[in-house]
């Protein structure tokens, strides 16, 4: 799994201003709605009942929030950097700053689980994390999360 096939360049979000976690699924639903011609609805509902089930942040200051929708037929991504970083009620109680969504169609089985388990690795590293907090350029930032997973993967 190749990040490059799942984010494009154009999904990313360099400073989403939200009061909640809610308010940021709405943001990043609004922006998959346009970068991948999804229904914002679906997707925000999606994102929200995964949510529901337990919470997706994974401590460090990420969050991977992930769905699975009908409506596509491949794995799509999308990162965003918070202004304000939010409780996504992390393991660790940190705030999250971080966050790549992650929105599959229903029947993508094994393939989900493996960009789900790509992204975690990537987002896990400190030094990845310290890169990507410290630039709001988007082709910076698709850069990094890109090239250090492609590096990972060799």
Known sequence: ???????????????????????????ISIAAANFYGLNQTEVFLALQEREDLGPTGMGHGVAIPH???????SIKGLFA????PLDFG????????LVFVLIAPHESGADHL??????SRIL???STCEKLRSTVDKSALYS???T??????A
């Open 114 to 119: 493996k960009a789900l388990a790509k992204i």
């Open 90 to 97: 992390s393991m660790d109680s940190q705030n999250v700053d």
């Open 124 to 126: 896990r590293n400190k």
């Open 144 to 146: 990094i999360l890109t």
């Open 67 to 73: 769905a699975r929708i009908s409506s596509l037929t």
């Open 81 to 84: 950097k918070l202004i304000k």
């Open 148 to 153: 250090d997973a492609e590096i990972q993967a």
């Open 1 to 27: 799994m190749i990040v490059s096939e799942i984010l494009s360049p154009e999904a990313i979000l360099t400073s989403i201003n939200a009061s909640s976690k809610k308010r940021v699924l709405q943001e």
